[in-house]
């Protein structure tokens, strides 16, 4: 799901001068040293060290397991649909907080693909801009200074910086191979619940790839409601899992619709990252919040896209047929990641393999590297072999392979694979 950089990234013009404006920035975003920030962020060292490889290694190619969208467009008949309803006027104006066509395709693909009967689509579903946009609006329905919010980390922050932009606070549940990243609800403090309001989740996660079980959700149900907590469980990856696992939403916990909302996208299930469109299910008061301050916030994603969408959860073997080409891919780069040393098993969902980051390589002349954490192993994959990977050290040194590397069918699939075997065939890494 969406790879983000902090406030502050871009580099300060150099063109232009203090002025009274420079005071007039909010706190928030950093207030009057807004812009002045000249620190290096993460995905800012990986593009410099892209660059660096290629201008070191005239004609080569680098191979890029770091991106975090998926590599196809959307379907040719997905594509289609959007044309047909383009084309018709009644879509052309606003669509605030309606358009009907996905709020019942979104129930009846709760219903037939996750289990979860009984959704009604006039009062527990509204279609987002994307889940980044309701991850953004969700916050002003809950947040007041000094409320505290529950995340895991490694994790998405767009809900924590808004609930930080309204004063409230984050603490942070790390997630780690020891507990098959799952957060660990018992190890939050009492004093931190006591201000708690929110428990943010996501499963199949991003970026370790880890699903929940159904023992996991009835245990964040019960401590929900033990605790009055608001749990929101962003599902972007629901539809991407292998090896005959099915689609585990949330909802279908008993009790879960008495405690939270669910998050869904067409982003990753159906290729169509750009055309930013999903939907908020659940408990019925909890999506009259968001519909409220969403109404005062946009004025609805275009009614082509919302139909077309609904096309998608209509054919949930677009999804299936996604997952297939990601599982055969994960197979083969597993192989070959384990061959080196690496000690990584295929993700349950999701398109990412998350693994700890090695500690030392060893080249076959004997030349020892060591790394002290995820940052400095993927710095050195990228220069020495050319291989662009994405650090995690958030919770324990880590980094993270994405399938979604740009192959053209299946064949040059092979070669890419191939090549990594062969860029790593030279070196074995220590853990």
């Not at 920035?25 to 892209?50: H, L, P, S």
């Not at 080569?60 to 289609?80: K, Q, R, S, T, Y």
């Not at 916050?139 to 922050?157: E, K, L, Q, R, S």
């Not at 590397?405 to 064949?411: G, V």
Request: hydrophobic share 40%; charged share 20%.
């Amino acid at each position: 799901m969406r790879d983000l950089a902090p406030l502050g990234q871009a580099p300060y013009p150099k063109n232009m001068s203090d002025s009274y404006i420079q005071n007039l920035f909010a706190e928030r975003i950093g207030g009057v040293n807004y812009g002045k920030d000249t620190a290096i962020y993460k995905f800012e060292k990986i593009k410099r060290a892209k660059k660096a490889a290629l201008d070191a290694n005239p004609g080569a190619e680098i191979i890029d397991m770091g991106v975090g969208e998926p590599d196809e467009m959307a379907f040719p008949e997905v594509v289609a649909k959007l044309h047909e309803e383009a084309q018709n006027p009644g879509n052309r104006g606003y669509s605030d907080n309606g358009g009907q066509a996905l709020k019942v395709a979104a129930a009846n693909f709760l219903d037939k693909v996750c289990g979860v009967s009984g959704i009604d689509p006039d009062t527990e579903v509204l279609h987002s801009i994307g889940s980044k946009a309701a991850l953004s609006i969700l916050p002003a329905a809950f947040i007041n200074p000094g409320d505290t919010v529950i995340m895991t980390i490694p994790g998405y922050p767009v809900f924590g910086t808004h609930a930080k932009y309204f004063g409230g606070q984050v603490h942070n549940l790390s997630l780690t191979a020891e507990n098959n990243y799952l957060p660990d609800l018992d190890s939050i403090p009492a004093d931190v619940l006591a201000k708690a309001k929110v428990l943010v989740l996501n499963y199949p996660n991003n970026p370790t790839g880890a699903s929940a079980t159904p023992e996991f959700f009835a245990k964040v149900v019960e401590f929900a409601k033990a605790n009055d907590l608001i749990v929101i469980h962003d599902a972007a990856y629901i539809g991407l899992v292998y090896d005959g696992n099915q689609p585990l939403s949330f909802l279908a916990t008993p009790g879960a619709k008495d405690v939270g909302i669910e998050l869904h996208s067409t982003s990753k299930n159906f290729n169509m990252t750009g055309w930013r469109c999903g939907f908020v299910v659940g408990n019925p008061l909890l999506v009259k919040a968001y519909g409220d301050v969403k109404d005062n916030t946009d004025s609805g994603q275009f009614l082509a896209i919302q139909n077309a969408s609904a096309y998608c959860y209509d054919h949930p073997e677009i999804t299936e047929a996604i997952a297939t080409k990601y599982s055969r891919r994960m197979d083969k780069l597993v192989g070959v990641l384990q061959s080196a040393g690496f000690q990584v098993n295929k993700s349950g969902g999701s398109f990412f393999l998350y693994m700890s980051s090695a500690k030392a390589a060893v080249n076959a002349d004997g030349k020892r590297e060591e790394f002290e954490n995820g940052e400095a192993l993927s710095q050195w994959l990228i220069r020495e072999k050319l291989i662009s990977t994405v650090p995690w050290d958030d919770a324990e040194p880590a980094i993270r392979f994405s399938v979604t590397f740009a192959a053209s069918d299946e064949a040059d699939e092979d070669r890419v694979i191939n090549e990594i075997a062969s860029r790593l065939g030279d070196v074995k890494f220590e853990f």
